[in-house]
């Protein structure tokens, strides 16, 4: 696979870092069905490619991360009720079975379909700038894909407020912070830079480890909890085999601190 060749995103691969950026500024990095093909495309990819440790996600421009569907372009949709799929079924990895873990560096705009990305990632990081809405029922649309998936993040009361207050109100990047959505806020010029950051040091660890791991938490949330941990306990033997070091653990260090 070429990983040069799309229309609505630029891509990279380097130093086991898939780094997608979406690339349709004009638009606020809206999406249309080419950015949706073209994310199936890179799940699909990033699944199978043992290349790819780690995926970051961000944006060009200055207005917006994403503003979700693209209201002026749109995308296709069948006719009948029951052909239709969710957009999220083209957006989001973990839909498309990709465990390597997501960074979503975000700023500006965060709205409506942009949560699918959101509601999926491992680590999200934004820029001091961010603002994070819903606009659906503002225009007499029913909120309840992206909410559905956020109210596995965040409290319930957060999402019903961000739902319903719709155009009204933007959540700041501080409040994300201060709920947990986000993990870290800082100047938008620092964003990508701690974004490659964060995302080198995962890449460095056993590949199999950090996926499995991935893998073990988020399906827990589909499951109750003896069913999460019989197959947690499941995935450790699979990835941790009897009598197998992956790591000296004499060589392990952490920002220049021995950890023995």
């Known amino acids: 696979m070429d990983v040069g060749s799309f229309e609505t995103v630029e891509v990279t691969l380097s130093g086991h870092v898939l780094t997608i950026t979406l690339n349709r500024p004009q638009a606020l990095n809206s999406f249309n069905r080419a950015m949706l093909d073209e994310f199936t495309r890179l799940w699909a990819f990033a699944a199978t490619e043992d290349d ?5 996600l961000r ?4 207005r917006a991360f994403s503003t979700g569907a693209d209201v002026k372009e749109g995308y296709q949709l069948h006719e009948n009720p029951f052909s239709r799929t969710d957009p999220g079924a083209h957006l989001s990895p973990k839909l498309n079975h990709c465990w390597k ?43 309840a894909l992206e909410p559905i998936g956020l109210v596995r993040r965040i409290p319930i009361g957060e999402v019903l407020r961000m739902t319903l207050l719709g ?23 620092q964003l990508w830079d701690r974004a490659a950051q964060l995302a080198a040091r ?10 499995g791991s991935v893998r073990a938490i988020w399906e827990s949330l589909d499951s109750t909890r003896s069913h999460a941990l019989a197959t947690g306990l499941s995935y450790t033997d699979i990835g941790n ?6 790591v000296t653990r004499s060589e392990v260090r952490h920002d220049g601190f021995d950890v023995r």
């Open 167 to 189: 155009l009204d109100e933007r959540m700041s990047a501080r409040r994300a912070l201060e709920i947990g959505f986000v993990t870290e806020v800082l100047p938008r010029e």
């Open 101 to 143: 873990p997501l960074i979503c560096a975000v700023h500006g705009m965060v709205a409506g379909g942009a949560l699918y990305w959101l509601n999926e990632a491992d680590v999200i990081i934004a820029a001091d700038d961010a603002q994070f809405f819903d606009p659906h029922v503002s225009y007499g649309l029913v909120a």
């Open 202 to 211: 995962i890449a460095a660890k056993p590949p199999v480890a950090v996926q």
């Open 59 to 62: 944006a060009n421009g200055d």
């Open 241 to 246: 085999p009897i009598s197998t070091q992956q």
């Open 52 to 56: 790819v440790h780690v995926i970051v």
